[in-house]
Antibody, heavy 110, light 107 residues
Framework: QLVESGGDLVQPGGSLRLSCVAS????????MNWIRQAPGKGLEWIAY????????QYADSVRGRFTISRDNSQNLLLLQMTGLRVEDTAFYYC?????WGQGTLVSVSS | DIQMTQSPSSVSASVGDTVTITCRAS??????LGWLQQKPGKAPKPLVY???SLQSGVPSRFSGSGSGTEFTLTIVSLRPEDYATYYC?????????FGGGTRVDIK
């Protein structure tokens, strides 16, 4: 399973770090993604890492503000978010090709 | 960016009906297409990936087909637990993109 944490209420311009802990499968074999969903809206892919972490990709909406990383020794996927904006408010999911986490809510508001 | 267009955006169906959802990609994505099911207040659940491969544990009444630019998700003998929103997504190129969703509700 995948379990996200770290979501919180933060002011515009603030920072937050999301974590996703994997269990029950060989984490280091899987490419991983962060995907978000604003309340009542559709799905938006925001970041990707290869299984080794040597190739990273970002959506234009978050490039330069968000950083994806992973620690395969701890079965851990991270998303460092800086310069948060009101429009970043969403449920954030970690996911691979066969499994999604339950999500963690990030709210950006003054 | 590759645009993913789903149709219909919503469908009303009865238990036992067959429902077909179409997803069209704005360019050739081979078979790099997945289908997700999302119920209210829950995380999306992968059903099919790639294109026609059913994920482990997904009932056989679900099936995916297609390649290139046109894909379908078919649900035969609709059950009450199938009422949900379904999304297609492509993993052919970056940025990854999703369809707008198809809501399947009770007729």
């Amino acid at each position: 399973q995948l379990v996200e944490s770290g979501g919180d209420l933060v002011q515009p311009g603030g920072s937050l770090r999301l974590s996703c802990v994997a269990s029950g499968f060989t984490f280091s074999n899987y490419e991983m993604n962060w995907i978000r969903q604003a309340p009542g809206k559709g799905l938006e892919w925001i970041a990707y890492t290869t299984n080794s972490g040597n190739v990273l990709q970002y959506a234009d909406s978050v490039r330069g503000r968000f950083t994806i990383s992973r620690d395969n020794s701890q079965n851990l996927l991270l998303l460092q978010m800086t310069g948060l904006r009101v429009e970043d408010t969403a449920f954030y999911y970690c996911a691979n090709s066969v499994l999604w986490g339950q999500g963690t809510l990030v709210s950006v508001s003054s | 960016d590759i645009q993913m267009t789903q149709s219909p955006s919503s469908v009303s169906a009865s238990v036992g009906d067959t429902v077909t959802i179409t997803c069209r990609a704005s360019q050739n994505i081979g078979n790099w297409l997945g289908w997700l099911q999302q119920k209210p207040g829950k995380a999306p659940k992968p059903l099919v990936y790639p294109a026609s491969s059913l994920q482990s544990g997904v009932p056989s009444r679900f099936s995916g087909s297609g390649s290139g630019t046109e894909f379908t998700l078919t649900i035969v003998s609709l059950r009450p637990e199938d009422y949900a929103t379904y999304y297609c997504h492509q993993t052919s190129t970056f940025p990854r993109t999703f369809g707008g969703g198809t809501r399947v509700d009770i007729k």
